[in-house]
T-cell receptor, first 116, second 118 residues
Framework: GENVEQHPSTLSVQEGDSAVIKCTYSDSASNYFPWYKQELGKGPQLIIDIRSNVGEKKDQRIAVTLNKTAKHFSLHITETQPEDSAVYFCAATVNAGGTSYGKLTFGQGTILTVHP | NAGVTQTPKFQVLKTGQSMTLQCAQDMNHEYMSWYRQDPGMGLRLIHYSVGAGITDQGEVPNGYNVSRSTTEDFPLRLLSAAPSQTSVYFC?????????????????FGEGSWLTVV
């Protein structure tokens, strides 16, 4: 089955700096790669996602890049703010056409702390 | 619009006790699932359901039972709680039939149920 490794496990940055979190996956058939943000006491919330036919996607201060050959994808947060402090999870799945369940395999999580 | 609702939020059980974690969604989602979250291990799939009357095992199903009698509800049962089941549990749901992508279909998570087994 799929295996997703996420690094680093903790990341501390100063407000305004950039933060990068990296994930590698093992199943070359995986075609959907979401990133979730989890605030304290809350459930994960999708912040950005990418499908395997796209190399990069950007949404304001966050971006995700995908390298299918190397089987890794990364989350980039620019101009970090204290409210970006949270746990971030990457995930991967095979989700062809939406007719299969598409079990998500999650990375281990990264605790991001943005210091004012 | 309630989304995915989990109850209880917090629970302490004694070893060997049984309990049910409730999950309900009001979005008419066919797919529902249960995950457990443990430190350093991300979220791991326990059981999932692709529709009423249909359930299947995920990555870590041992010690848990599920049923899906309605589209809205997907309870998770612990028949004989063990300390290894101390965890945070998340229920999730999404639509069937459309590929996952933020613009068309996404997974909605509940706020979690914190379970401690002593």
């Amino acid at each position: 089955g799929e295996n997703v490794e996420q690094h680093p496990s903790t990341l501390s940055v100063q407000e305004g700096d950039s933060a990068v979190i990296k994930c590698t996956y093992s199943d070359s058939a995986s075609n959907y790669f979401p990133w979730y943000k989890q605030e304290l006491g809350k459930g994960p919330q999708l912040i950005i996602d990418i499908r395997s036919n796209v190399g990069e996607k950007k949404d304001q201060r966050i971006a995700v890049t995908l390298n299918k050959t190397a089987k890794h994808f990364s989350l980039h947060i620019t101009e970090t703010q204290p409210e970006d402090s949270a746990v971030y999870f990457c995930a991967a799945t095979v989700n062809a056409g939406g007719t299969s369940y598409g079990k998500l395999t999650f990375g281990q999580g990264t605790i991001l702390t943005v210091h004012p | 619009n309630a989304g995915v609702t989990q109850t209880p939020k917090f629970q302490v059980l004694k070893t060997g006790q049984s309990m049910t974690l409730q999950c309900a969604q009001d979005m008419n989602h066919e797919y529902m699932s249960w995950y457990r979250q443990d430190p350093g291990m991300g979220l791991r799939l326990i059981h999932y359901s692709v529709g009423a009357g249909i359930t299947d095992q995920g990555e870590v199903p041992n010690g848990y039972n599920v049923s899906r009698s309605t589209t809205e509800d997907f309870p998770l049962r612990l028949l004989s709680a063990a300390p290894s089941q101390t965890s945070v549990y998340f229920c999730a749901s999404r639509l069937k039939g459309r590929p996952l992508l933020s613009s068309g279909n996404t997974i909605y998570f509940g706020e979690g149920s914190w379970l401690t087994v002593v």
